[in-house]
């Protein structure tokens, strides 16, 4: 059965095409760093906004019309399957991701979800022998649920503990049959409400021993995929454990995790936690712990989560700046973890906004590798810095400097001379960059 059967497989075309299911500016066969782009990018589907999300609202029903919808129950979970592996397949698209309720609906007992898991894993497994497309990661919800009210790994409740640790122990088995190669940890719940319940030091030690259960079976069961944590400040709790990414790092050296975690950032959560998607990246790229992205924006007039499709130029050139600085993902990838607009509500409207969304990154990509190729922006930086390559801000670098000799030199300075940041000066070449591409 086709469920998108007036759509025929997504090419490139160029930017003068006006065919709406072509790529104007993603190329996969195009070079990005030396690889072809489609390997560079590695664009991945995320299975539950695209296949399980209806459009609803806290203030209104679903509005989604979808073909697989007539079905309940597991007829529901094996007609996404189809429906899935079909629109892989039209947009070209080497990954997708998933929740494990998002692919099988939890059963009457965790024995019973189990069962309907490994029905439907069977049959991903199955498609997957015939598809180009793989398993970018996966993860436990551990968030829906009225169980995990309280929080999972971080719950007041021992039950609820062990539930957690019995469905991240199925993910990674899951993980391991179907070839994730990377396996995700957000806390959604676990984070607080008021601290005049809460026991944090209890919460994060608990949060850190989950971590380290999870490691040692990861090892265990033989499995390589890289874990990753994903940031996010708030929503649904008031306060979550992992903030951002400087909060992450901070938890992940003092739980003795840093070795085997990076992070999945996701540019909405960045913004949700005061910060631009860029810099997110950047911290943890300088860090050693830019691992994967969940590619998507908020808007800015919103306080919560909106989960767009990114079609910003600006934002996606800013961060694909950081990516290429990076040399890449590694086993990561761009997850488009967005969801189209309650009033885009036909099958056809997933189309458009995954191929809004590879062009817009597409774009990003051309033009920070220019940037880059250009040394634009290091020149720049290198230039600005250079009080500290001689002198007392080389003494400094190098560790040889002291209050004492920094005071000395201090007292035998004139009038201090400061050189523009030009901030205006750096974002009109950003600018021009982006014109001249596509202009």
């Known amino acids: 059965m086709s469920y998108f059967k007036n759509i025929n497989k997504v090419t490139f075309e160029g930017p003068n095409s006006t065919n ?34 209806d459009g ?6 679903g509005t ?75 993860t436990a919800n551990m968030f829906s649920h009225s169980r995990w009210l309280h929080g999972a790994a971080t719950s007041p409740n021992a039950d609820v503990y062990a539930y957690a640790a019995a469905k991240v122990k199925k993910g990674l088995e899951i993980g391991k049959e179907l070839g994730a190669e990377n396996y995700v940890f957000w806390g959604g719940r676990e984070g607080y409400e008021t601290l005049l319940n809460t026991n944090m030091k209890l919460e994060l030690d608990n949060l850190g021993r989950f971590y380290h259960m999870a490691k040692d079976y990861a090892k265990e069961i033989g499995s390589d995929a890289q874990f990753l944590i994903e940031p996010k400040p708030k929503e649904p709790t008031k306060h979550q454990y992992d903030f951002d990414v400087a909060t992450g790092l901070t938890f992940l050296q003092s739980y003795d995790l840093a070795d085997c975690f990076k992070f999945n950032i996701e ?13 997110e990246l950047h911290v943890a790229r300088i860090n050693g712990m830019l691992g994967s992205v969940d590619a998507n924006q908020g808007d800015t007039l919103l306080g919560w989560d909106t989960d767009e ?18 040399e890449g993902f590694g086993t990561g990838g761009l997850n488009f973890d967005a969801k189209v607009r309650r009033g885009s509500f036909d099958p056809e409207d997933l189309f458009h906004a995954h191929i809004a969304g590879m062009d817009a990154f597409a774009i990003g990509t051309k033009v ?3 940037l880059i190729e250009d040394k634009v922006l290091d020149n720049f930086v290198d230039e600005r810095y250079n009080s500290f390559k001689e002198g007392i801000g080389l003494e400094v670098v190098e560790g ?14 004139g009038e201090i001379e400061n050189k523009s940041g030009r901030q205006e000066k750096l974002k009109g070449i950003i600018n021009k960059y982006l014109l001249e591409a596509y202009l």
Not at 56 to 61: A, L, R, T, V
Not at 69 to 77: S, V
């Open 309 to 326: 499709f990114p079609t910003d130029l600006y934002s996606t050139t800013l961060a694909m700046y950081e990516i290429l600085k990076n």
């Open 368 to 370: 920070a590798q220019r």
């Open 400 to 413: 040889r400097a002291n209050f004492h000799e920094l005071e000395k030199y201090a007292l035998q300075l």
């Open 20 to 53: 709406p299911f072509a790529f104007k500016y993603y190329n996969p066969e195009e070079m990005i760093d030396g690889k072809r782009m489609e390997e560079f990018m590695r664009f991945s589907i995320a299975y539950w906004h695209t296949f399980v999300a």
């Open 267 to 279: 540019a909405n959560h960045a913004t949700l936690a005061g910060h631009t998607f860029e810099h």
């Open 64 to 138: 989604m019309i979808r073909p697989w919808d007539k079905y309940i129950g597991m007829d529901l979970a094996k007609a996404r399957v189809e429906a899935a592996f079909e629109l892989f397949e039209k947009l070209n698209v080497p990954f997708f991701c998933f929740h494990d309720v998002d692919i099988a609906p939890e059963g009457n007992n965790l024995k019973e979800t189990y069962e309907n898991l490994d029905a439907i894993v069977a049959m991903i497994k199955e498609y997957m022998k015939t598809s180009k497309t793989k398993l970018l990661w996966n």
């Open 56 to 61: 609803g609202d806290p203030f209104g029903e």
